[in-house]
């Protein structure tokens, strides 16, 4: 078990009379040397409350023993009130803006469930572990007083600065506080000024935000990059792995790619297709336990940030020694398959090898060497007749797919473009076409195959699963789209991937479709990490798992020193006894810092957004409304696929607003989700991250 205040915490929650410290060191398996950590541990806890230490015992406060104490997760909601996110899996717990002011989006806390005016809400008890330790934020001055407003939060808090310290840096500069103490009620927030970033916000001030926000490492440990330059860069081709040096695979990848992971190659067999799925072989580098491993897990994943990726491992790794680049003998793992023209795997080989990649492709250069364009078939000739097999066998596999009910969630995705001074000017969509297509169903069916390997032979394993939505969700979801002026049905029994399938497919084609994919996709739990095979409901798969990207997801790294067990039947008793527990804090590390990347990422590129909104003010967009409250409409600018809000206030007549099928109702006008609307960019607030929208028009 890993040494962490909530692993500390869940220990004494079973003694309850209390342990001295030997004991709970004793329960982390400690050696002398790592008993300093455990009391650092032991002193914060103490610090905040939530541990009481007397008579030589350590043990929870008796008010934190309540059994109908809910645990959760802060979600801020920029009109001031929050959710909270119970860990338990039931429906979310509204949060006042009353609780809120004292709250960070993504503390973890405990709370009591209470009715108020007959709604359920959570009454904050305890913050359990705090999600930002140093932000970024806006040096201000208040009559004689200095604070720091921070930014990109979107409940406004201000961290107090001593006055002798403020007056080193100018009013009005962008620095990175560390919060020393956090905001209770009738305690201000106070913190000190570790950096200064200027006065004005440029990309990499963005990147040091959201960095800073979310807790991300900037830099590798001395150690773990000493451990990167020290490993060697040689290539050697030994019994043990297959050479396939001579074969033509190729990577695919976005042009913006710095590190590729995957190349695939394939061979047509009569009516079958031999298919490679060829993985960098990062578990061959890095070593359990290793500086680097630790670094790793501690990461979860790659952070990619605008013009900067916060790399899971040291660069040398990352983008040298692992990033699978043409003609350079590279070490991988390859998972063969023979795939027969129903899209069904029927003959497969899991091996280390050597591979050598012939091309580096971006997606636009695959199709258009597909669509036979003179130019690039001139220019890779040997890569025409591969790429045309595994079009036909991308179709087949999305085919089977379609049928057994995967569900596409295929939202609109955008791309900020850059000038030479890095600075953003414009976003565009991101188009997904069949080159990306290709790759996307290669690697899943690898993904499938290798876990199925597992599952079948019953030994420990890192799955990625996705459990089925609850049916008063889907329940919901039938009836937004009911609202919508759709026919629907609500589902009979057990929901299956297919329902979800058909409601979307109505929408394929509507102004309204991507509204539709997101609710759908808000239906759905989160897929996440698991040593317990359930399934994953989306892909409508009974066994998955994360194969193919091990030097961004350290889920993966994993699953190859698995694999690798297995193939060479290394397994001990030992490791069957103890592995499903290591794999257990594993998975659960790994889902906990993928969340944190998807929200960092998205967050970012939303300041950036709002940079280039700056400009656009006065402009008039179209837009699709996105979410109907008492105190205004939600619409997302289609164009930049970003929400702003519509305030109530600012029009000319009463609404009523009816909370059950999400509209406001007016005496001339009538807001309903999907509606397509006509708006003009009022205000944008980079620092608050919100867009003041004002109504033009409506389609009818």
């Known amino acids: 078990m890993e040494l962490t205040q909530e692993n500390v915490l869940e ?21 002398k040397k790592e008993e300093k950590q455990l009391k650092k541990i032991l002193k914060k806890l103490q610090k905040n409350k939530t541990i009481v230490y007397s008579k030589g015992l350590y043990k929870i406060r008796k008010e934190l023993e309540k059994e109908n104490l809910i645990k959760g997760k802060v979600e801020a909601h920029e009109s001031g009130f929050g959710f909270l996110i119970r860990e338990d899996g039931e429906p979310d717990l509204f949060i006042p803006p009353i609780e809120m002011q004292y709250l960070f989006d993504g503390d973890i806390v405990l709370a009591e469930e209470k009715i108020y005016r007959g709604k359920k809400e959570a009454k904050i008890i305890k913050v359990l572990e705090r999600r930002v330790k140093t932000a970024v934020g806006k040096l201000q001055k208040e009559k004689d007083r200095y604070f720091v407003h921070l930014l990109d939060f979107v409940i406004p ?15 009005g500069n962008y620095v990175v506080v560390e919060i020393l103490r956090y905001p209770e009620r009738n305690v201000e927030a106070k913190g000190k000024i570790i950096k200064d970033l200027g006065n004005v916000k440029n990309t990499q001030t963005v990147a040091e935000i959201v960095a800073r926000k979310y807790d991300l490492p900037l830099t590798h ?17 030994t019994k043990n792995r297959k050479d396939l040096t001579h074969q033509i695979c190729f990577t695919i990848d976005p042009e913006s790619a710095r590190d590729h992971d995957d190349a695939v190659a394939i061979e047509k067999e009569g009516e079958n297709y031999r298919l490679y799925v060829h993985i960098a ?3 061959h580098y890095v070593k359990e336990g290793s500086a680097i491993d630790r670094e790793a897990f501690q990461r979860g994943n790659t952070y990619y940030l605008p013009e900067r990726a916060l790399h899971m491992l040291p660069e040398r790794l990352a983008s040298d020694l692992c990033s699978l680049r043409p003609f350079e003998k590279k070490y991988a793992f390859t998972c063969e398959m023979l795939i027969n023209k129903k899209g069904e795997v029927i003959d497969y080989k899991i091996y280390e090898s050597v591979i050598e990649s012939k091309a580096k492709l971006t997606y636009d250069q695959a199709l258009v060497i597909i669509l036979g364009e003179p130019e690039y078939v001139k220019a890779f000739p040997n890569l025409v007749e591969p790429l045309k097999n595994m079009e036909e066998l991308a179709k087949i596999l999305m085919k089977a797919k379609e049928d057994r009910g995967s569900i596409d969630f295929d939202l609109p995705e955008s791309e900020i473009l850059f000038n030479e001074n890095g600075d953003p000017y414009d976003v565009v969509p991101y188009e997904r076409h069949l080159a990306h297509r290709i790759i996307e169903e290669f690697m899943i069916i690898a993904n499938e ?3 199925k390997h ?40 057990d929901v299956e991937p ?34 317990e095979n359930i399934g994953h409901f989306g892909l409508a798969s009974d066994c998955y798992t994360h194969f193919t990207s091990p030097i961004r997801r350290y889920a993966d790294i994993w699953v190859h020193r698995l694999l690798k067990k297995a193939i060479k039947k290394k397994f001990t008793k030992k490791d069957l006894e103890e592995l499903p527990k290591k794999l257990y804090t594993i998975a659960e590390q790994c889902s906990k810092m993928e969340r944190v990347a998807d929200d960092a990422e998205r967050d970012a590129l939303d300041i950036l957004k709002l940079r280039i909104l700056k400009e656009k003010v006065g402009e008039e967009f179209e837009g699709i409304v996105t979410g109907v409250m008492s105190f205004g409409v939600f619409v997302e600018i289609e164009r930049y696929i970003i ?23 007016g005496e001339k006008l009538r807001f309903r989700l999907g509606d397509k609307v006509r708006v003009r960019i009022v205000k944008v607030d980079e620092d608050s991250k919100k867009i003041d929208l004002e109504f033009v028009s409506k389609e009818a």
Request: cysteine-free; proline content about 5%.
């Open 454 to 493: 597992m599952e079948k032979n019953n030994l420990p394993f890192i799955y990625r699963v996705h459990e089925k939505p609850k049916i008063d969700k889907v329940n919901a979801f039938v009836e937004l789209m009911a609202g919508l002026g759709y026919k629907v049905d609500y589902p009979k029994g």
């Open 221 to 237: 440990s001395e150690e773990a990059l000493k451990e990167a330059e020290k490993l060697p860069s040689t290539v050697k081709i």
């Open 449 to 451: 195959t290798v876990a």
């Open 157 to 171: 808090h201000k961290i107090y600065i001593n006055k002798k310290e403020a007056k080193k840096y100018p009013v």
């Open 498 to 531: 297919k329902f979800i399938q058909k409601l979307i497919e109505m929408a394929v084609g509507t102004p309204e479709e991507s509204l539709v994919r997101f609710l759908a996709l808000r239906t759905m739990k989160q897929a996440k990490y698991s040593p």
């Open 643 to 665: 929400e702003g809000l519509i305030p109530i206030t600012s029009f000319n007549e009463k609404f009523r607003y009816e909370e059950k099928s999400h509209q406001l109702v």
């Open 11 to 31: 220990v004494l929650r079973k003694h309850k009379k209390g342990l001295f410290f030997k004991q709970i060191a004793k329960s982390f398996k400690l050696e």
């Open 281 to 283: 072989d990062v578990s």
